[in-house]
């Protein structure tokens, strides 16, 4: 499941994830939504808030979320995620050193946090 978060705006995007994420997520919802935003705005800043019921990814979807970081890793200014397991904290700091993006995780109760710190 896969949420457009109300503080979105510009070039900010927030989204809520919850439950497995899917192929189908990636491809219907989140590569158009993150790609009009950059196509729109030149870059984007995106946060990511994982709810209690997310149980992972499809091995596809992973590897979506793979290739579109890749592709766009200069066209993102920041990444927010918030909340989540400690291996997803881990994992997104990896990926980190790939992108030009300035990344940072927040624990679940950060939220509002997360968002000051997205749009400065």
């Known amino acids: 499941m896969v949420e457009i978060l109300s503080g979105s705006k510009g ?9 497995k994420l899917t192929d189908q997520d990636y491809r ?3 590569i158009p939504t993150l790609e009009g935003v ?22 596809e979807a992973m590897l979506d979320d793979t290739r ?36 940072k995780t927040f624990p679940a109760e950060s939220l509002e946090e997360a968002w000051d710190w997205i749009a400065s």
């Open 68 to 103: 579109f970081y890749l592709k766009h890793r200069n066209d993102i200014e920041k990444m927010a995620l918030v909340g989540g397991q400690k291996w997803i904290e881990m994992l997104t700091k990896l990926f980190a050193h790939f992108m030009a993006a300035d990344v």
């Open 28 to 30: 219907e919802v989140l």
């Open 11 to 19: 070039n900010i995007l927030g989204i809520k994830v919850g439950g």
């Open 38 to 59: 950059i196509t729109t705005h030149g870059k984007g800043r995106f946060l990511c808030c994982i709810d209690d019921t997310f149980s992972g990814m499809e091995l």
